[in-house]
């Protein structure tokens, strides 16, 4: 039996995926520039709200809530756009990814803190608006949704 579809509108979810077999693709800043462009792509386009996000050198966490397309979709599409647009020729991402729901303000604040203290934890930075591919970085431009 399928697990059947979430409808959509269903909420705001802090996303995980990973690289396939953990690669450290995103240890080059090229490829970080890229999948942020990718990720800023498909939110202009109005397919998800980004509320938040960090890329990670194996990893990536977004905080959003998809627009008229079910979660599976809105990844999808990040997925799918970075990897058709770095033109590898290897595998780029795991199959699946993870979400939670942030069922409140509480849950979505949580999130935020958990990606943004990302890579702190992992010693890559000092405080959250060090780290260049984050949306709490402090030079960012990028345009992300408020709460």
Not at 13 to 31: D, E, M, P
Not at 40 to 57: A, E, K
Request: proline share 6%; charged share 25%.
């Amino acid at each position: 039996m399928s697990i059947p579809p979430r409808p959509v509108h269903s909420g705001t979810f802090l996303v995980t995926t990973a690289t396939y077999n953990r690669r450290r693709l995103f240890q080059v800043i090229a490829n970080c520039d890229l999948f942020v462009e990718t990720l800023q792509h498909y939110r202009r386009q109005g397919h998800y709200l980004l509320h938040d996000f960090v890329v990670m050198p194996e990893h990536v966490h977004l905080l959003l809530t998809p627009q008229n397309i079910t979660l599976e979709r809105a990844v999808g599409l990040i997925k799918g756009g970075f990897s058709h647009r770095l033109g590898s020729k290897f595998p780029v991402w795991q199959r699946s990814f993870t979400d939670q729901r942030a069922r409140d303000r509480e849950g979505f604040l949580a999130a935020r803190r958990y990606i943004h203290m990302n890579p702190v934890e992992e010693r890559m930075c000092e405080t959250p608006e060090d780290y260049k591919w984050s949306s709490a970085w402090k030079g960012a431009q990028r345009p992300v949704a408020s709460e």
